[in-house]
């Protein structure tokens, strides 16, 4: 089994920064892809951000690329999400996810992702 709580949710300007945080426990072998998905109201859930921690590969939606930064310490077993430039259109509930395996051919896909934290809020206001 895999625990995963999420913090660093907050509300921020357009523009600001905020830095989401991962906490994952119990079985390593399941937490090496780990991903950052987001559902806004009304829109299905969508991937963000994922590393396969094995390789360092990353992999990002088109809408985050260069504001975003996924990260992960592997000693501390967290995961981070680094958010620059944020607009009100990255306003959402922020999950993390782990799959077993490899990130596979789709990393950025939830339907792959078997594991979930509860999900932090992240609003940005105009």
């Known amino acids: 089994q895999v625990q995963l709580v999420e913090s660093g949710g907050g509300s921020v300007q357009a523009g600001g920064s905020l830095r989401l945080s991962c906490a994952a426990s119990g079985d390593t072998y399941s937490r090496k892809c780990m991903g950052w998905f987001r559902q806004a109201p009304g829109k299905e859930r969508e991937g963000v951000a994922v590393i396969y921690s094995d390789s360092g590969n990353t992999y990002y939606a088109d809408s985050v690329k260069g504001r975003f930064t996924i990260s992960q310490d592997n000693a501390k077993n967290t995961a981070y999400l680094q958010m620059n430039s944020l607009k009100p259109e990255d306003t959402a509930m922020y999950y993390c996810?782990?799959?077993?395996?490899?990130?596979?051919?789709?990393?950025?896909?939830?339907?792959?992702?078997?594991?979930w934290g509860q999900g932090t809020q992240v609003t940005v206001s105009s």
């Open positions: 996810a782990t799959k077993r395996g490899g990130c596979g051919l789709r990393p950025l896909l939830p339907q792959w992702y078997a594991y």
